[in-house]
């Protein structure tokens, strides 16, 4: 609490928020709302019985929410690829090319071809991989890092 969500996790989350001309609210990181619940023990927070992520705030939610949205899974954050698929495309035929790959000797270039082979077969994992590498290469341009 002290270093990880303030200094990396809200962070980025603001920087990602503000990319976009939004920001970013957290209605439970009031003071008020943190030092409440700090003061709880850990089984009052995750449940006792049946331990589970963000029991407390799931109590919360079946006071006041339908039961489908209270007791939905967790999941992750999805990058939304479908929704920049011309701009995916492009940026794959420009950071995934065998030559830029193997001159960054990070990644070997026949992987990044057999994802590339394989990204109809299993669109969602393999594009998450695609868009990773691409996320590396990017990162080392910006920051003009060489290998």
């Known amino acids: ?9 809200l962070g980025r ?10 920001e970013a609210r957290y209605p439970f990181l009031d003071e008020d709302v943190v030092q409440s ?4 023990g850990y089984d009052f927070k995750v449940g006792k019985k049946k331990p589970k992520e963000k029991h407390l705030l799931r109590q919360v939610a079946k006071r006041h ?3 489908s949205i209270a007791h939905r899974k967790k999941g992750p954050v999805r990058v939304p ?3 920049f698929t011309d701009a995916f ?6 950071y995934l090319r065998p030559k830029r790959i193997r001159k960054r000797g990070i990644i070997r ?19 998450r991989q695609i868009f990773a590498i691409m996320m590396l290469e ?10």
């Open 13 to 22: 989350e603001n920087r990602i928020a503000m990319a976009f001309g939004m």
């Open 89 to 94: 495309n492009e940026m794959k035929q420009e």
């Open 1 to 9: 609490m002290r270093y990880f969500l303030p200094d990396y996790h």
């Open 109 to 127: 270039p026949d992987a990044v071809e057999s994802l590339l082979r394989r990204e109809t077969l299993s669109p969602f994992m393999v594009q």
């Open 138 to 147: 990017i990162w080392f341009d910006t920051f003009k890092v060489s290998s």
């Open 37 to 40: 619940v700090v003061q709880l």
């Open 65 to 67: 929410l339908p039961r």
């Open 81 to 83: 690829i479908p929704l």
